[in-house]
């Protein structure tokens, strides 16, 4: 076990995927932190996970089980072991990635914080029947479990950190939180050196890509991300822009998806929709500098960390006026927001931008990224970690 460093403020992360791999979200913000914090001179930073793809011995790994209850109490069983090696007992600075994660942590009596990453389990009872009829009773048990869990967390921790703005207000109206100060947003980041190294380089992507001008959607839960919607829109594009194609990255992953995925053939349009499936982080970003425009046509989204690295890639966006994507895209002279689920706007959109002069658009995609870039992001949670300290909360 690691030896308690007196001099440095002690912080255990954790995190309930595999690290290591990044294939969502948190599994990037994860990554970002354990670069920025695990060589920190005044931070000793600890991250704690299931299973992970690299050694070290600030990496501590729970081991995998088939329960979720029983995965979550062997992290914090371990959590807090490590938590109390490093520091004096529960001095430590907690971490969580999920906050539906952290309810086993009521009874640390050290400071806790935790992500709020999304709002759908928050509103999930909102409209229960939609959830229901788009995603099916197991979709909509998981979200219940989730806001139980996730409210039951907002109770006790002592920070909540949100990814927007909009999330922090749905949060607080959905978990009644007092005091109400204590959730933070802390945007969620994209590290704009490997885009911009994509954008100058443009290198081939390693697959052939169908089409003159490619549109491109990363992501999976492709229906509450709009991808049915914006197959409409490329069905419905004028005849002049008939070399358009759509590239769809990320894997199908609920019950709606199958729908979704025989929809191009429904409207005759399957010789210009390609699914790529899974494409790893090195490939993405290799994959963002082939393409003319993104699109994240979503009914719901938090913030939307595709959009950041698309802008990051110097490419025009078409995306919702929904949940925090408006507080990146708002006044982004290179993009476009629509309103979800209206797919004749979304084409009118992505034409529009694909008629345009791209002389000056990478420039300002890549300015508007650069507001929300990984070292102001961690710049904002080290100064937090640090306030826990100054309000008496934990003892470096």
């Given at each position: ?57 600030q990496i ?228 963002y500098g ?84 990984k070292e ?21």
């Amino acid at each position: 076990m690691h030896q308690k460093s007196v001099s440095k403020l002690p912080v255990v992360f954790v995190t309930p995927t595999k690290f290591g791999v990044v294939n969502n979200g948190p599994a990037i913000y994860a990554n970002y932190l354990w670069d920025s914090f695990v060589q920190h001179p005044e931070i000793d930073f600890h991250l704690v996970t299931p299973e992970s793809d690299q050694e070290h011995d600030q990496i501590h790994v729970s081991g995998c089980f088939k329960s979720s209850r029983k995965q979550y109490e062997a992290m914090q069983r371990l959590a807090i072991e490590v938590a109390n090696s490093i520091g004096t007992p529960q001095s430590a600075i907690v971490h969580g990635n999920t906050a539906h994660t952290m309810w086993l942590f009521a009874n640390y009596r050290g400071p806790v914080i935790a992500q709020v990453n999304d709002y759908d389990a928050a509103d999930a009872f909102d409209n229960p029947i939609r959830t229901l009829l788009d995603y099916g009773p197991r979709r909509l048990a998981s979200l219940a479990w989730r806001r139980f869990h996730e409210r039951k967390a907002t109770r006790f921790l002592s920070r909540i950190i949100c990814n927007s703005q909009y999330t922090r207000q749905r949060v607080l109206k959905q978990y009644q939180v007092e005091p109400t100060e204590k959730a933070h947003v802390i945007y969620k980041a994209v590290d704009l050196e490997p885009f911009k190294k994509a954008r100058s380089k443009r290198e081939k992507f390693d697959q052939q890509l169908i089409g003159q001008r490619q549109i491109l959607f990363v992501g999976c839960n492709w229906h509450r991300k709009g991808l049915d919607c914006l197959i409409e829109a490329v069905s419905l594009l004028d005849e002049k822009f008939n070399d358009v194609s759509l590239i769809v990255a990320g894997a199908q992953s609920q019950k709606a998806d199958k729908r979704i995925r025989r929809l191009p053939e429904l409207l005759g349009i399957s010789d210009r929709v390609q699914f790529l499936g899974r494409v790893n982080r090195e490939n993405l970003i290799q994959l963002y500098g082939n393409v003319k425009l993104a699109a994240l046509p979503s009914r719901q989204e938090a913030l939307g960390v595709a959009i950041l690295e698309s802008l990051a890639a110097g490419l025009p966006v078409v995306a919702t006026r929904v949940g925090g994507i408006s507080e990146i895209l708002e006044g982004c002279a290179s993009s476009s927001l629509v309103d979800p689920e209206d797919s004749r706007q979304l084409a009118d959109a992505i034409q529009n931008i694909l008629s345009k002069d791209e002389s000056d658009t990478g420039r300002v995609s890549a300015d508007v990224a650069r507001r929300f870039k990984k070292e102001l992001m961690i710049s904002s949670l080290e100064s937090l970690y640090f306030e826990l300290v100054s309000d008496g909360l934990s003892e470096p």
